[in-house]
C-alpha cells in the first residue's frame, strides 16, 4: 500500500449511516409535525428548501469534508446525549422549539463524534443553515411582529399621505376615505424577514466570497424586508382607494409575492452597488500617487 493510500482518511460509512438512521428514527414524530408546519404556515414556506439546500452545499464542499474527516470526538457523543434528554425535556413540557433544535444539535453532535472537529468545521455553513428550517418560538413571533405591524403602518401612512391619499391611523389600522385596512401579522414582514435572512445567507456563500460582504448582506435584510413589507401595505391602501376588490384575495396574496420578489431583487442590487463602490474606492487607493 502506497503512502497516500495509507494517510487518506477513513470515513465510517456504515457509523454514519447507523447514526442518522437512529437519528431519524428518534426524531420522526418531531420532523414530521415540522414538515407539516412548513405545509400549512406560509411564513415558513422556505422550510422545505433548507434541507435541500444545505446538502447541496455540503456536497459540494464533499472533498474538503473527506479530507477534513478525523478522530472521533467524544464532545460529540455528549452533544448527542444532551440533546436526546433536550428532547425529552421538551416533549414532557410540550416545548416544541426545544424539541426542533435539538435535532440539529444532535445531527451536529453525531458528525462530531464520527468525523471530528476538522468534518465539523469544514461542514459548519450548512448545519448553521438547517437552524432556519424551525420556526421561532411563539413567544419571540409574538414580541416580534407587533412592532412590526406598528412600523409598516407608520410607514405605509407617511408615504400615503405623501401621496395625496387622506389617511388616520389608529395603531395598526388605516382609516381611508373608502374603507379601513388592517396591518394583520401576516402583514407585519416577519415573513419577508424569516425567508430574506435565509435567502440572504446563501446568495452570499454562492455569489460573494467576502465574509464582511456576507454579513452586511444579512443584516441588510431588516430595513430591506421592513421597507418592502411597508410598500406592500401601501399599495393595498391606494388599490382598496382605486378599486376595493384588488385589495382582497387573489390579488392581495398575489402582491405579498410580487413584494418578495422586489425584496430580493433590491437585495441583489444592493449587493452589485456595494461591490462597485468598494472596487472604486479599492481601485482609487491602488492609483500611484503624481
Not at 468525523?115 to 438547517?130: E, H, I, K, S, Y
Not at 445567507?201 to 421592513?226: D, H, I, K, S
Request: glycine share 8%; charged share 10%; proline share 4%.
Amino acid at each position: 500500500m502506497s503512502d497516500s493510500q495509507s494517510s487518506s482518511p477513513r470515513v465510517p460509512w456504515m457509523a454514519i449511516v447507523w447514526f442518522g438512521a437512529l437519528l431519524i428514527a428518534c426524531y420522526a414524530p418531531v420532523l414530521a409535525r415540522l414538515v407539516k408546519q412548513w405545509e400549512n404556515d406560509e411564513d415558513m414556506g422556505h422550510g422545505f428548501f433548507v434541507p435541500v439546500i444545505a446538502a447541496y452545499i455540503a456536497w459540494q464542499k464533499r472533498e474538503e469534508i473527506l479530507n477534513a474527516v478525523g478522530a472521533p470526538n467524544g464532545w460529540g457523543l455528549m452533544l448527542v446525549i444532551y440533546s436526546a434528554v433536550q428532547l425529552t425535556v421538551a416533549t414532557l413540557g410540550a416545548e416544541i422549539f426545544l424539541a426542533r433544535t435539538a435535532f440539529v444539535l444532535a445531527a451536529i453532535g453525531a458528525f462530531l463524534y464520527l468525523g471530528g472537529t476538522g468534518a465539523v468545521r469544514a461542514l459548519a455553513f450548512p448545519l448553521f443553515l438547517l437552524f432556519f428550517m424551525i420556526p421561532i418560538p411563539n413567544i419571540f413571533y409574538n414580541m416580534i411582529t407587533f412592532p412590526l405591524q406598528i412600523l409598516a403602518s407608520q410607514m405605509a401612512e407617511f408615504v400615503l399621505m405623501f401621496l395625496g391619499f387622506p389617511v388616520l391611523r389608529e395603531g395598526n389600522v388605516l382609516e381611508l376615505a373608502g374603507q379601513r385596512l388592517q396591518v394583520v401579522e401576516a402583514c407585519s414582514g416577519i415573513r419577508s424577514l424569516l425567508s430574506l435572512s435565509f435567502l440572504s445567507l446563501v446568495y452570499g456563500y454562492f455569489f460573494e466570497n467576502r465574509m464582511g460582504m456576507r454579513v452586511t448582506l444579512f443584516f441588510l435584510t431588516v430595513p430591506v424586508a421592513l421597507v418592502a413589507n411597508a410598500s406592500r401595505v401601501t399599495t393595498t391602501g391606494v388599490l382598496s382607494e382605486i378599486r376595493p376588490e384588488l385589495a382582497r384575495g387573489f390579488f392581495h396574496s398575489a402582491s405579498g409575492w410580487v413584494i418578495f420578489m422586489v425584496a430580493l431583487l433590491l437585495l441583489v442590487a444592493i449587493h452589485q452597488a456595494l461591490t462597485l463602490f468598494h472596487r472604486y474606492i479599492y481601485g482609487k487607493r491602488q492609483l500611484p500617487s503624481e
